[in-house]
């Protein structure tokens, strides 16, 4: 039994930072079908109740530049168990909260989860050699794109037979178990803990003076930012225009992961024949022009929800085409402030992303509602693709390296 209770001192498993990555992603959109029944219950605005996406992507961008650098100074373990105890804990205080202002509290808590995706990417760092360490990083981010798939399909069937209520229990459940996980297969890796915790942070002047890393900032917040204003319109917009239940929403906004995965495929297959730049500007052409079309066809008569999500899926598609390329080259344009680069950037992604969100999820509640989220994302996309352009420009003007 002791043996059995004992704290880890190996290194852990892929499939334990493959679960962490995931219940990180599951954290962010689960709930999503729900979003209408929390805001009835708690008689609460829907835009008050949009911020459990908005505020969370918030305060996890600001998690993102804390998190690494304090795991560089006192170990990979100890905040690993420490976010995911304080994401199971919230996760009680949000099942249980009877009004709108103490779930978006323990909402904001939740956040702490995110320590599974910022750090598993450094243990894996920590363990390997870069090749070796690229091609776990790849089996990991298959999670990324699974999880957002089947994430709102779980969520919109537990609460159809439990209620909202329900999400936050198995959130519960999930970092209870998780922790354990943790605690039996995570053992230290950062052997080499940093002087000085604010370290990291001192590399930052150069990239802000770097106009390529700006421009490929630019691709990645509003690439993303059109997924994270569906996330912060469907669920409005699927009930009131559609009426759809909850189990069908999840299905729907599982779309938009869909296309993500084929969009992936796609760039894994062709990127050393296409280039990144060249699949960034096919990605953004896709994603701007799918809403658009969907637009054109519900004002035209063909007011289907499968319309409506085969918007999602071009954006998912775009954003499939885009995102490899541009994460690779945003910590290509210093290779040694990599890990900074993809701090930083992270940050700033999350940050666009919480900020969209939050302001679709006010403005499409009324009867264009449909036609403000999709033209909201197609806007978001565009602005990537103008940033695809200039970034395509800048590294036309590389000097070789």
């Not at 070796?132 to 089996?139: D, H, K, M």
């Not at 084929?262 to 701007?288: D, E, H, P």
């Not at 701090?343 to 006010?362: C, F, H, K, N, Q």
Request: hydrophobic fraction near 55%; glycine fraction near 12%; aromatic fraction near 8%.
């Amino acid at each position: 039994m002791a043996q059995a209770t004992a704290p880890a001192r190996t290194p852990p498993r892929i499939i334990t930072l493959i679960l962490l990555t995931s219940i990180s992603v599951l954290s962010l959109n689960m709930f999503l079908p729900s979003l209408k029944q929390i805001a009835e219950d708690l008689q609460a605005d829907y835009g008050l109740v949009s911020l459990a996406l908005g505020g969370y992507l918030a305060m996890s961008a600001v998690l993102q530049m804390i998190l690494g650098p304090l795991s560089d100074r006192i170990g990979r373990r100890p905040v690993m168990l420490a976010g995911v105890a304080v994401f199971a804990l919230a996760s009680v205080g949000c099942a249980l909260a009877e009004n709108v202002w103490v779930f978006l509290g323990f909402r904001m808590l939740q956040c702490s989860v995110s320590v599974g995706m910022v750090l598993s990417r450094a243990v894996v760092r920590d363990m390997c050699e870069p090749q070796e360490a690229a091609r776990i990083l790849g089996v990991i981010g298959t999670a990324m794109a699974l999880a957002p798939l089947l994430g709102p399909v779980i969520g919109g069937v537990l609460d159809e037979a439990f209620g909202w209520r329900s999400n936050f229990w198995a959130f519960v459940l999930m970092g209870a178990a998780m922790l354990a996980l943790s605690w039996a297969d995570l053992g230290e890796t950062n052997l080499r803990p940093s002087a000085s915790f604010s370290d990291q942070f001192r590399s930052y002047p150069e990239l802000f003076r770097a106009a390529l890393f700006w421009g490929y900032c630019v691709v990645l917040v509003f690439s993303v930012g059109g997924f994270y204003a569906f996330l912060g319109g469907a669920p409005q917009v699927a009930e009131a225009r559609f009426g759809l239940t909850p189990a069908l929403l999840g299905i729907g906004m599982g779309s938009i992961s869909a296309g993500f995965m084929v969009g992936n495929i796609v760039s894994a297959r062709m990127t050393r024949a296409w280039g990144i730049v060249k699949l960034m500007v096919m990605g953004r052409w896709f994603a701007t022009v799918g809403p658009l079309l969907a637009m054109a066809a519900i004002a035209l008569g063909a007011a289907h929800p499968a319309v409506f999500f085969a918007g999602a899926i071009f954006v998912g598609l775009g954003n499939g085409l885009t995102l490899p390329g541009a994460n690779a080259g945003v910590m290509s344009v210093a290779p040694h402030l990599a890990g900074s680069a993809s701090g930083l950037s992270g940050a700033l992604t999350l940050a666009g992303g919480a900020a969209i969100s939050t302001a679709v999820g006010a403005l499409v509640a009324n009867a264009f509602g449909v036609y403000v989220l999709l033209g909201s994302m197609a806007v978001t996309s565009f602005l990537g693709l103008l940033g695809a352009y200039a970034t395509g420009r800048l590294e036309r003007l590389r000097p070789d390296i």
